[in-house]
T-cell receptor, first 114, second 115 residues
Framework: AQKVTQAQTEISVVEKEDVTLDCVYE???????LFWYKQPPSGELVFLIR??????QNEISGRYSWNFQKSTSSFNFTITASQVVDSAVYFC???????????FGAGTRLFVKA | DAGVIQSPRHEVTEMGQEVTLRCKPI?????LFWYRQTMMRGLELLIY????????DSGMPEDRFSAKMPNASFSTLKIQPSEPRDSAVYFC?????????????FGPGTRLTVL
């Protein structure tokens, strides 16, 4: 079975704090893709990153970084020095090779207070 | 590029009425998805089109829901008759080629309220 679990329903931090959003996935496939999307208050989901299962290198993009660990089936997302504009719902998602159906987690709502 | 365009952005209707949601995917994208988002069920895939052909509609809740893609630049999702439990945000998303595992580009969504 394919499943994405985002155990944190809501997280609240104060601006400039670092915050990590957890994502744990389940799949029987050996090749797959993982994604993170951001849904700001405006509502539209925005793609942040894609990672394939063969690439376990961590990635950094500005204040955003992602930690992919196949051994623990996790693909965690860290925001460094959070800002109010980071307030949004963040979704982790899984797509198996050969498939088209992206499985989304339930999302984590992040509140960043000034 | 204008991105994925959806209309209307908001729709309020009464139970029993027909509702039609519209989507224009990004030009050149050949895969299109309709999703429904609710607090209780999160993001649910309703139907997936590839090259205008419906590939998987297993997520369509029931016969009251139907979707069409008459050409590469237009798709509709119709609910007839609508019920209060259909109230949700409906998203359309497109991607260059679903089989290439590209990211999806989402429209702004249509917030549907059925009274």
């Amino acid at each position: 079975a394919q499943k994405v679990t985002q155990a944190q329903t809501e997280i609240s931090v104060v601006e400039k704090e670092d915050v990590t959003l957890d994502c744990v996935y389940e799949t029987r496939d050996t090749t797959y893709y993982l994604f993170w999307y951001k849904q700001p208050p405006s509502g539209e989901l925005v793609f942040l990153i894609r990672r394939n299962s063969f690439d376990e290198q961590n990635e950094i993009s500005g204040r955003y970084s992602w930690n992919f660990q196949k051994s623990t089936s996790s693909f965690n997302f860290t925001i460094t020095a959070s800002q109010v504009v980071d307030s949004a719902v963040y979704f982790c998602a899984l797509l198996n090779t050969g498939g088209f159906k992206t499985i989304f987690g339930a999302g984590t709502r992040l509140f960043v207070k000034a | 590029d204008a991105g994925v365009i959806q209309s209307p952005r908001h729709e309020v209707t009464e139970m029993g009425q027909e509702v039609t949601l519209r989507c224009k995917p990004i030009s050149g994208h050949n895969s299109l998805f309709w999703y429904r988002q609710t607090m209780m069920r999160g993001l649910e895939l309703l139907i997936y089109f590839n090259n205008n052909v419906p590939i998987d509609d297993s997520g369509m809740p029931e016969d009251r829901f139907s979707a069409k893609m008459p050409n590469a630049s237009f798709s509709t999702l119709k609910i007839q008759p609508s019920e209060p439990r259909d109230s949700a945000v409906y998203f359309c998303a497109s991607t260059l080629q679903a089989s290439s595992y590209n990211e999806q580009f989402f429209g702004p969504g249509t917030r549907l309220t059925v009274l």
